[in-house]
C-alpha cells in the first residue's frame, strides 16, 4: 500500500475515533442537562418531585402532571410515560390521580397511564417496559370499533417493596400487597396478597410465604449473602479473584450425590420470572 494511503487511512481512523468521543461527550451532556428534577423541572408542573428524584432524558410521554405526584429519591428511566386523565388539558380535580412512592424505580420504557386513581407504594421497583394502566378497552358494542368504545377504569395500587419484572403488566382494578413478585411478562388483574409470587397470563400464585413454614413451595436456591456496608471495592474485587482460584483448583463442577460432570456454562436453575427465585 502506498505510504500516502496508510497516511489517509490512520488519519481517517484518527478522526473517526474523535468524532465518536464526541458525539458520546455531547449525549451525555443533553442528558444530564435534559434530565427533570425538583430544581430543574424543565417545562412540567408536576404537583410535586421530590428531592434526590430524577427523570432521566429523553422521557417519554408525559401529560396531567399537576395530578402526579413524585416522591423522594425515585428514579424515572429514560422513555418513560407518566399520564394523568384521558388527554392533555383536563381538569381533573383537586386531587392528585397518579401517586408514587419514595424511592421507586420505573425501568427504561414503562407506562403508567392513570384517568382514576393509581398508587405507588414506597421502593417498588420495575424492570423495563412494564405497563401500569387505569384504563382498558371495552367492546360492548360489536357495531363500534374497540377503539371508539368508551373505556373502563378502575383504580390500581401496588403495595411497598413490589417487585415487577420486565414486560410486566398490571390491569384496571388491580390490588398487589406487600412485597409482591411479578414475574417477567406477567398480566396481573384482581387482587393479590402481601409476599406472593405470581407469574403468567393471566398471572397465578405460585409462591406464597407463610409465618409459621416459610416460602411454599421452598426456595430451591438459598438467599444471597449480603455485602457488608463498609467492604471496600478492593476488598470485593479480592474476593472475587480468590473465589476463581478455588473454582480453577475444584476443576468441573458435579451435581450433588452424583458423579457426573456438569456441562461447561450450565449453571443453577432459575426459577420463573424476573426475581422469582
Known amino acids: 500500500m502506498p505510504k500516502n494511503e496508510n497516511l489517509f487511512s490512520s488519519w481517517r481512523g484518527w478522526c473517526g475515533r474523535v ?6 461527550r455531547g449525549w451525555r451532556a443533553v442528558q444530564r442537562a435534559g434530565a427533570v428534577t425538583a430544581e430543574r423541572p424543565g417545562p412540567y408542573r ?4 421530590g428531592v434526590g428524584t430524577r427523570l432521566a432524558f ?3 410521554t408525559l401529560f396531567g402532571e399537576p395530578w402526579i405526584q413524585l416522591g423522594e429519591h425515585c428514579v424515572i428511566g429514560e422513555q418513560v410515560t407518566l399520564t394523568a386523565g384521558m388527554m392533555p388539558g383536563v381538569d381533573l380535580g383537586p386531587d392528585p390521580v397518579l401517586r408514587i412512592g419514595n424511592g421507586v424505580v420505573l425501568g427504561r420504557g414503562s407506562h403508567v397511564i392513570a384517568s382514576v386513581s393509581v398508587e405507588f407504594g414506597d421502593d417498588v421497583f420495575c424492570g423495563p417496559y412494564v405497563y401500569v394502566t387505569s384504563d382498558n378497552h371495552s367492546y360492548d358494542d360489536p357495531e363500534q370499533p374497540i377503539g371508539r368504545q368508551w373505556p373502563r377504569s378502575a383504580p ?3 403495595g411497598p417493596g413490589s417487585w415487577l419484572g420486565a414486560g410486566a403488566v398490571i390491569l384496571p382494578g388491580a390490588r398487589l400487597g406487600r412485597n409482591v413478585v411479578v414475574a417477567a411478562g406477567a398480566v396481573v388483574r ?3 396478597p402481601d409476599h406472593a409470587v405470581v407469574a403468567g397470563a393471566p398471572a397465578r400464585i405460585i409462591r406464597r410465604w407463610a409465618p409459621e413454614e416459610g416460602w411454599q413451595p421452598p426456595l430451591r436456591t438459598p438467599a444471597p449473602v449480603p455485602i457488608p456496608e463498609d467492604m471496600t471495592v478492593e476488598q470485593l474485587l479480592a474476593l472475587a479473584e480468590l473465589e476463581r482460584e478455588r ?3 475444584r476443576g468441573p463442577a458435579r451435581e450433588p450425590g452424583r458423579g457426573l460432570e456438569r456441562e461447561p456454562g450450565r449453571g443453577l436453575e432459575w426459577e420463573p420470572g424476573a426475581g422469582a427465585s
Open 58 to 60: 429523553p422521557q417519554g
Open 247 to 249: 473454582t480453577e483448583r
Open 46 to 49: 408536576f404537583g410535586r418531585i
Open 156 to 158: 390500581v395500587h401496588i
Open 190 to 192: 384482581g387482587e393479590v
Open 19 to 24: 468524532t465518536s468521543r464526541l458525539v458520546h
